[in-house]
């Protein structure tokens, strides 16, 4: 995607921690079965700064120096055991470490990692696969997501918030 690692004024000095109150979503989301509690986590990662994992990958076989030789960075995808992919996202630099120390991470948004997902064509956004918290995003909330919406709270149940400009 061309804005991931564009640089955001809003995360200017982010030291890579998690936003408690999004952990604290994801917690009460984690295993609960509650469609409610669920939701109420995807619509917490829509306001919150996430760190997508960047590997490096790619032509870096080899020893000593080569200038033919380079390494592309790209996001990482897993796969399920049922052969569907998931682009990973982290609410904190510890949630990533855990993962990869080796991954570099790239500051984006919710909507960002969905769109990352949408071009990948994965079928989930799996956040904090390592813990503390693990949540998977499918379906058509991709799209909305990738779209720029955001999913907030209504008097009566859920619905999208456009952001426009």
């Given at each position: ?122 079928e989930a956004i799996v956040v904090d696969v390592a ?35």
């Open positions: 995607m061309k804005t991931l690692g564009t640089v955001n004024a809003a995360w200017a000095g982010d030291r890579g921690e998690a936003d408690a109150g999004v952990r604290e979503a994801l917690a009460a989301a984690s295993g609960s079965g509650d469609p409610d509690a669920y939701l109420t986590a995807v619509a917490a990662l829509c306001g919150a700064r996430l760190l997508l994992p960047i590997v490096a990958d790619g032509d870096e076989a080899g020893d000593g120096p080569d200038p033919d030789r380079h390494a592309e960075m790209s996001a990482v995808l897993m796969t399920s055991a049922a052969g569907a992919s998931g682009v990973l996202a982290f609410t904190g630099l510890d949630a990533l470490r855990a993962f990869d120390p080796a991954a570099r991470p790239v500051l984006c948004t919710l909507d960002e990692v969905a769109g990352a997902a949408v071009e990948a064509r994965a813990g503390p918290h693990l949540i998977a995003i499918e379906g058509d909330l991709i799209g909305q997501l990738a779209a720029g919406n955001r999913l907030v709270a209504l008097e009566d149940g859920w619905g999208w918030l456009s952001l426009i400009g």
